[in-house]
């Protein structure tokens, strides 16, 4: 939710559908075309992630206007981007593999949208990148495979910690 409202993104008829917050209307549509997978709202800005181009998308929240071209999330060739959250100055994406997932080749991406380029630095996530969240100064990333979250230092990606959580987390 941002500014009372909420965004929904309708990846099948590629839309994300704008809700008053407080009253549950439809209050606005914007069109990002079919085939987006995740929304999230952060940074003064919304941001949907198109999975079968795996690119990140910006839109103002006030004028439903997208904001500067489509980003190429790095895949490293392994995968689709499918999740976006925001929190500590920087856009998160997960990229999990196409076809038949195991747990290895999967990954989180953090961008920069204050650089321009956004600049973009991907870190491999053991046991699969299932959902990703931010939140207690942290990135959680849920691992399908390993049943567990990865916790992820926002300005040292490096500085990593799993945590079980239970059979296949989301």
Known sequence: ASRNRLWVLSGSDGK??????????????????????????????IWAI????????????????????????????????????????FVWVTVRKKGRRDGSGESLVRIDPRSNPPAQRRIEVPYGAQDVAYGDGAVWVTNIWGSSVLRVEPND?????????????N
Do not use: F, H, Q
């Open 157 to 169: 990606m490096s500085k990593t910690r799993r945590i079980p959580a239970g059979a296949k987390p």
């Open 16 to 45: 994300i559908v704008v809700l008053n917050a407080s009253t549950g209307r439809v209050v606005g549509r914007i069109n990002t075309r079919e085939g987006g997978s995740a929304v999230a709202a952060g940074l003064g800005s």
């Open 50 to 89: 198109k999975e079968r181009t795996s690119t990140l998308l910006r839109y103002d929240p006030t004028t439903r206007r997208r904001i500067g071209p489509a980003t190429a999330v790095e895949t490293a060739g392994m995968g689709a981007a499918t999740g976006v959250t925001t929190g500590g100055g």
